[in-house]
């Protein structure tokens, strides 16, 4: 999230937004593919890019371990080599963050991080878009003292919401339990962009205090892909960072609720507060698409 200045995540929400607004096939992209590399499952980053890539002239090929040599002991640094000689970029959806840290830096072509373990950025660049969008936010101004609450894990989701906030001066607050907070260092990361924007971040335990004024209240899986075996002890430990209409009550009266999908039900959420009217959730999926295609344009459009 924090290779993209204020003034660049600007620039994609505006073209975002306009794209949405004008949403038809397009040849900007034409005679190009993008490699789509899943280590993990995918709905919403798989569909969304795809579809991107079509509506703007180009092709998306879905690639997979089993597909690529990388499960019979490729190196990643060869993979970007050989991939960098056909493709015109590369979307990768990563099980450890190392693993797009090492294709970036041996491809000749732009990566895109779809997920890693670590960080989340083009979901949170389709939340920004549903929030500008929400409370007409039209320049980055807006966002500045923005209170957002993200509840619950303090996982990939939390990072780059941190990183977004330090960068675009938002007031965040993250509520996770002890032991579940983000890490030291994205806090440090965050916190020194905080230092030029002005951001305000905050962590706390005490989501019903933190979720006094918010605008927004976020959250995320208690169990990530991968952390199946603490699902039991983790639905404990979370319960308490459940959002509901107890929590809901305590944010902004016009706050939205929102959440990155896939949902579990009746755990970090209630179906009544996602399917209520303060939910934007589904405006978040959508905006995965329009803010896809602001980001392809950007890294793969050929300047004339």
């Known amino acids: 999230m924090a290779d993209f ?78 991939l960098s000689r056909y493709l015109a970029g590369v979307m990768i959806r990563a099980n450890q963050h190392a693993d797009v840290v090492e294709l970036a830096q041996h491809a000749t072509i732009p990566v895109v991080n779809g997920l890693t373990d670590q960080e989340h950025p083009c979901q949170v660049l389709a939340d920004l878009m549903t929030i500008s969008e929400v409370f007409n936010i039209k320049t980055l101004k807006g966002f500045k003292g923005f209170r957002v609450l993200y509840v619950g894990d303090g996982n990939n989701m939390a990072h780059s919401w941190l990183l977004a906030a330090g960068t675009l001066g938002l007031e965040l607050v993250v509520a996770s339990p002890q032991g579940y907070q983000p890490s030291q260092d994205f806090m440090k990361r965050s916190e020194a962009l905080a230092r030029v924007s002005g951001a305000r971040l905050t962590l706390t335990s005490d989501p019903l205090e933190a979720a006094r004024g918010a605008r927004v209240i976020y959250t995320d899986v208690w169990t990530s892909m991968g952390q199946e075996a603490e699902v039991v002890r983790r639905q404990r430990i979370f319960r308490p960072y ?63």
């Open 5 to 82: 200045s204020a003034s660049d995540t600007n620039e994609l929400l505006v073209r975002a937004r306009y794209l949405k607004k004008n949403r038809r096939l397009s040849k900007a992209l034409a005679g190009q593919t993008l490699g789509m590399i899943f280590q993990k499952p995918s709905t919403r980053t798989a569909v969304s890019f795809a579809v991107a890539m079509h509506e703007l002239g180009g092709l998306a090929l879905t690639l997979n371990d089993q597909q690529l040599q990388l499960h019979r002991g490729e190196t990643m640094a060869d993979t970007a080599r050989t």
């Open 242 to 304: 459940q959002v509901n209409q107890k929590l809901l009550a305590n944010a902004h009266p016009k706050a939205i609720v929102m959440h990155c999908l896939p949902a579990h039900r009746g755990e970090e959420i209630t179906s009544d507060v996602l399917d209520g009217p303060q939910s934007v959730v589904f405006d978040q999926a959508e905006n995965r698409l329009h803010v896809q295609k602001a980001i392809l344009l950007k890294l793969l459009e050929k300047k004339r």
